[in-house]
């Protein structure tokens, strides 16, 4: 039967260990390895859920079709960068949100200076790093109302430019 080595070939294409997979389809890790040596054969959710979480058709599982590539090797390098392009992607989007709601509170003045000072900084972070997508704009409106919220601090009274 192919499915055990299926199974296994498509868990390693996913750069996914046995514990990994387990852990997603709340199952044991003994139950992978018994899975992927054809010793005992998954339920029907099981294998619905391993599609899903692996990207593989039924067929291909099932070996009706070939599993459509190749296993890939990726260093714990090259996860470490993924991982930190996942993070500066979500520092990326934080800071547009936050510029966006700044815009929005530089009227109550404490809350729309902090959140441009936040956007700031996020921009200033992912567009360090180069993984920048909403970064610049971000970085534009956030100093815009950065300073938009400190001319209204003055116009304010609080303080004396």
């Not at 979480?53 to 714990?76: E, H, K, W, Y």
Request: aromatic share 6%; proline share 2%.
């Amino acid at each position: 039967m192919e499915l055990g080595k299926n199974i296994a070939t498509a868990r390693k294409q996913k750069n996914m260990s046995q514990e990994e997979l387990a852990n997603h389809l709340d199952v044991s890790r003994q139950s992978i390895s018994l899975w992927e040596t054809d010793q005992t054969t998954p339920t029907l959710d099981k294998l619905e859920a391993m599609c899903s979480l692996l990207d593989v058709s039924m067929d291909m599982l099932m070996g009706r079709v070939a599993m459509t590539q190749p296993v890939a090797q990726i260093t714990i390098e090259e996860r470490r960068e993924k991982q930190q392009r996942e993070i500066l992607m979500k520092f990326d989007k934080a800071s547009f949100i936050l510029a966006c709601i700044s815009t929005v509170l530089w009227i109550v003045v404490p809350f729309g200076l902090l959140l441009s000072a936040l956007s700031i900084i996020f921009s200033a972070v992912v567009i360090r790093r180069k993984e920048k997508k909403f970064a610049p704009y971000s970085l534009a409106i956030s100093i815009i109302f950065f300073i938009a919220s400190i001319v209204r601090i003055a116009e304010m009274g609080v303080i004396h430019l």
